[in-house]
C-alpha cells in the first residue's frame, strides 16, 4: 500500500497559553498568549485521566482548542502541551478519530480490506473503540494514547489502569474465538523511537500486554507528529519484547 499522509487538524481557533495548574482532574488553567483576553487565565476541559507523567509543568506553552458547543461551560479543550522537543497531544479522543480518519484515507495497511467502520460497538457485555468488516473479515480494535517516553522508548500507560487491563482480557477472549483483534496505541510525542507497557507504572497491564502478544492481539502503535495546526500520522514503531 503507498504512503498515505493522514492529518487531523486541530478546532480553529486553536489559542496558546500557558499551562498554570490542574484543577480537579478535569480543569487546567492557562494564562492565554494571543487573542484579545491576552494575560487572562483561561479554564479548559481535559479529558485524559492520566498522570500526564512529566507533561503538567507550570510554564510550558499549552495549545487550546474551542468547545464545538459554545454553551460549555469550560470554553477550551487542552490538546497539546509542548516540550523541549517539541508539543505531546494530550487529548485521549485524537486516537479514536486518528483511526478513523487513517481508514477512511487507506493511509494504514493494517486495515486495507475492511469496508465497514463502526465506533464504540459492542462485544457480548463490553464495548470496544472500533469494529472493522469486509472482504478481509472481521476486526476489534482498541485505542490508546501514548504520552510518557522514557529512555527513547514510548509507554503505555502513565498510570495504573483497571480499564486497560479489561480491554486486554476483552481483546484476548475475543481472539480465542478467532477473531482479529488489535491494539492502536497513538504515540502523541515525539522522542519515541520503539514502544513497550510500562511495567514500572503498572505491572499487571504489561504482563497482560505481553500474554495478550502470544494469544494473538495485534499492537500497532503509532507515532503522531503534532504541531501549532494539528496532528498527523507517522510510522510505525517495533514493540520491544523481555
Not at 55 to 84: C, I, V
Not at 179 to 197: E, K, T, Y
Amino acid at each position: 500500500m503507498p504512503e498515505t499522509i493522514c492529518t487531523l487538524p486541530f478546532p480553529s481557533p486553536c489559542r496558546r497559553g500557558v499551562f498554570l495548574a490542574r484543577h480537579k482532574r478535569f480543569t487546567v488553567q492557562a494564562r492565554a498568549l494571543d487573542g484579545p483576553d491576552a494575560g487572562q487565565t483561561l479554564l479548559a476541559h481535559t479529558n485524559n485521566t492520566g498522570s500526564m507523567l512529566g507533561l503538567l509543568r507550570p510554564g510550558t506553552t499549552a495549545l487550546l482548542s474551542p468547545a464545538a458547543n459554545p454553551a460549555r461551560k469550560l470554553k477550551y479543550t487542552l490538546e497539546a502541551l509542548k516540550l523541549d522537543n517539541g508539543f505531546v497531544g494530550v487529548n485521549t479522543l485524537t486516537p479514536n478519530r486518528m483511526l478513523h480518519a487513517a481508514w477512511q484515507a487507506g493511509a494504514m495497511e493494517e486495515m486495507a480490506g475492511y469496508t465497514e467502520f463502526h465506533k464504540e460497538a459492542r462485544a457480548g457485555a463490553s464495548r470496544l473503540d472500533a469494529h472493522l468488516s469486509g472482504p478481509a473479515g472481521e476486526l476489534w480494535v482498541e485505542c490508546k494514547n501514548v504520552t510518557l517516553v522514557e529512555d527513547d522508548v514510548a509507554c503505555f500507560p502513565d498510570a495504573v489502569t483497571e480499564r486497560g487491563q479489561k480491554h486486554l482480557r476483552e481483546l484476548m477472549a475475543l481472539a480465542e474465538t478467532g477473531a482479529r483483534v488489535a491494539l492502536f496505541f497513538l504515540v502523541q510525542r515525539p522522542d519515541g523511537h520503539c514502544f513497550g507497557p510500562a511495567d514500572v507504572v503498572d505491572p499487571v497491564y504489561a504482563e497482560l500486554f505481553y500474554e495478550g502478544l502470544d494469544r494473538g492481539v495485534e499492537a500497532w502503535p503509532y507515532v503522531a507528529e503534532v504541531n501549532e495546526r494539528g496532528i498527523t500520522l507517522g510510522r510505525r514503531l517495533k514493540v520491544v519484547r523481555p
